[in-house]
């Protein structure tokens, strides 16, 4: 079953299918593939025209829908589609999200004085991706506990001496989207290091912040933004080397595997955050 709920600071409404008790959805457009822009080229002689960029447009969501209340559940609707709003898509165990703004007048009909009335809205979403609810928070500093948990028959499978952790060289990171996303990365060198490295094995792309770091400083790869912060100096996005490329971290669909390294032994503590990107959402 289907329920949007449209959300903000000022407050929130949720609109269903033919049975919802205030809001009942008769259309929805614009939720499907966005469109987008291309920059074409004609060569004398060839048939038809090269594409040599191409972006993404801004997404357009109309709804028209009943609303089956008084004047006062109206007003509060129309104060929450004054403000940007979080439009929450519920989709049997899918969750879905995007943000947009309401920029034209909102249709209002009036069906059933002051009892019934029919709206039709435009939300423009500057992003025109959906998200999951929240954004996915994973730690890049793993490591595996080499001692039993559990003792059998008095006797524990481990032989002494023993190192009692490792630390995993890599970490696979699931982009469950289906498009590319890109993440933030947030990275605490636990010892003075002259540099540390981000890469990605699967993409086979990487990029290398070279700078004296302090013990505890902590540096944050924000790839969507293009800046690299650090708590101690601001902005260092102009120590990365000239072989680096701010937008050639991101994580494909699927499996990823992502490495993070500085020039020392590699005592860091490091996590990404990030979101799934998703083209449509399917009803």
Known sequence: MLRIVIKNKIGSFEIG???????????IDGIGLVGKTATTIKFSGVP????????????????LFDISAGDFYLTKILKVLQEECEILFFLGD?????????????????????????????F?????????????????????DNFPTSIE?????????????????????????????????????????????????????SIT???????????????????????????????ITDASLLDSIYLDCGINELLVTNDSINLLVSEISYSNLYSAVII
């Open 17 to 27: 299918g033919g049975s919802h008790e205030t809001c009942r959805l008769i259309s």
């Open 124 to 144: 423009y979403c500057e992003m025109p991706f959906f998200t999951d609810f929240t954004d996915r928070v994973l730690s890049l500093s793993t490591r595996t």
């Open 48 to 63: 038809g025209n090269k594409i040599i960029d191409a972006s993404v447009n801004n997404r357009v969501i109309t709804m």
């Open 209 to 239: 912040l070279s700078r004296t770091i302090s013990i505890d400083e902590k540096i944050v790869f924000d790839f969507e933004e293009r800046k690299i912060k650090s708590s101690i100096s601001g902005s260092v996005i102009n120590s």
């Open 153 to 205: 028959e008095g006797t524990a499978y481990i032989t002494l001496p023993a190192v009692a952790t490792t630390r995993s060289a890599t970490v696979k990171i699931t982009n469950f989207g289906d498009m590319k996303t890109y993440p933030k990365i947030t990275v605490i060198s636990q010892e003075p290091a002259n540099s540390i490295t981000i890469s990605n094995q699967t993409t086979g792309n």
């Open 94 to 122: 899918k969750r879905r999200k995007i943000t947009g703004k309401v920029l034209e007048s909102v249709e209002l009909e009036t069906i059933t004085y002051r009892q019934l009335y029919k709206i039709a809205v435009q």
